[in-house]
């Protein structure tokens, strides 16, 4: 086989080259995303690509591209084939030349004229923005889960815009439509969070989605995830594997209950997330706006691990009633304790042990005081649902209405002032009959 001189050297793929360099884009994908763009120029010059032989070389940032035809006598009802040469017309490039050989030539890019490749190169840059949105998205989709740190670009109404330090966007939403229900919002930033343009912020990969043809990678500093990860990041027992973080439950930027076990009898797991004097769980705090992060230790006594999720309060005794409920008893002094701000830590205690908790305040048999519980009402005095709602946050007797106050009931029901202020009206009446 013999070559024809080679008539020039394309560097028409350079900036290709320092662009897949420069992305990380993966150097084999890029030669061949080359090599297409340029047989389809061939084909449509010569109608057949199958006798070229195209070699791009990403590193170099060369190109070859060589036609191979067979030499063959003239007058040969094959000379007119395009893997075919005529002797004469092989001849005049090489008068050496005869039947049989094969001629390799090399093809300027000249030789498809100034439009073609104009073509060619548009086309090229499109490509390459589809391969670099492919390489954004399989690179973000691997680190769902992961803590990024990006800077503030933008700020588009409540959103944040980010950028990663390949300036990769990213988005901090202030909430998205939930998957399950559309009409639900999911908050991804923690109440309080401010930031301005050019602060750094600290947030998990929560999803990463194709959107209008472009990659949208979402992040959340509300997901239970982003928790699960400063524990990893701040606790080396955690990272690894000694201590095991068995459930995350959180009200962004309120309260967070964390169950975690050790495979080690001598480590206290609970002792090595909070660290001496809260050293470890202090920054992890911090970086939640001063959400308030419960320890547990988890155990596989249930009994032990509701009382110990309804932590600070203190539990006289648990009912399991097998229909998914629990019934807790307390003295009327810790039912505050066990339902906490706005029913946060029975309703975290409750998603937490899988159970829905019912609080119930447990008096001494002699106690003199006089009280009523509220299923004792008739419907016409309180409507059912406003008894259920009262048991929902551990209220179940007139009395603990009374004690709780009209300024807390306003807080943690969703009854009305004017219903409240009915409410202790009658129970009073009917506590001083009594």
């Keep these: 086989m013999r070559n024809t001189p080679e008539t020039d050297k394309s560097k028409f793929i350079e900036s290709f080259a320092e662009f897949a360099k420069a992305k990380g884009i993966d150097g084999t994908k890029m030669a061949r995303l080359l090599e297409d763009v340029f047989r389809t120029m061939i084909r449509k010059k010569y109608g057949t690509d199958k006798n070229f032989d195209v070699i791009v070389n990403i590193e170099s940032g060369d190109l070859e591209m060589r036609r191979m035809r067979k030499v063959v006598a003239d007058g040969s009802p094959e000379s007119h084939h395009s893997d075919k040469i005529s002797l004469s017309e092989a001849r005049k490039i090489d008068p050496d030349f005869e039947i049989g050989e094969e001629l390799a030539e090399d093809i300027s890019l000249n030789e498809f004229g100034r439009r073609a490749v ?9 490509k390459v923005k589809e391969l670099e949105k492919e390489h954004i998205y399989e690179k973000y989709k691997e680190r769902e889960g992961e803590i990024v740190v990006a800077r503030v670009d933008q700020i588009v109404g409540r959103d944040y815009i980010l950028l990663d330090n390949e300036g990769i966007e990213l988005i901090l939403p202030e909430s998205l439509p939930s998957e399950k229900d559309r009409k639900q919002r999911i908050r991804h930033q923690i109440p309080g969070d401010k930031y301005k343009k050019g602060d750094m912020v600290k947030a998990v990969v929560h999803k990463v989605e194709m959107h209008n043809s472009s ?20 606790i080396p027992e955690i990272a690894d594997g000694i201590i095991t973080i068995r459930k995350i439950v959180r009200e ?12 080690d009898d001598r480590i206290d797991p609970v002792g090595a997330c909070v660290g001496v004097k809260g050293s470890r769980i202090h920054s992890i705090v911090r970086e939640l706006n001063n959400e308030n992060i419960d320890v547990i230790s988890y155990t596989e006594n249930l009994e032990l691990f509701i009382a110990r999720a309804l932590s600070p309060a203190k539990i006289l005794s648990i009912k399991v009633e097998g229909n998914g409920r629990v019934s807790v008893f307390l003295r009327p002094d810790q039912v505050a304790a066990a339902i906490g701000k706005n029913g946060s830590n029975i309703k975290l205690a409750s998603k937490l042990v899988g159970y829905e908790i019912d609080v119930f305040r447990e008096t001494d048999e002699d106690e003199s005081e006089v009280d009523i519980d509220l299923t004792e009402f008739d419907d016409d005095e309180i409507e059912p649902w406003v008894v259920d709602e009262l048991r929902r946050i551990g209220l179940d007797t ?10 807390e009931l306003l807080k943690r029901t969703e009854l009305e002032e004017e219903m409240i202020d009915y409410l202790l009206d009658l129970f009073q009446k009917e506590l001083s009959d009594e």
């Design 118 to 126: 104009l073509m060619a190169r548009q086309t090229m840059i499109q």
């Design 215 to 234: 990659t949208r990678i979402i992040l959340s500093r509300t997901s239970p995830t982003f928790l699960e990860k400063l524990f990893e990041a701040e």
């Design 252 to 263: 962004p930027g309120e309260r967070a209950k964390v169950a975690v076990e050790s495979d």
């Design 398 to 407: 007139a009395r603990s209405v009374l004690d709780l106050g009209k300024e």
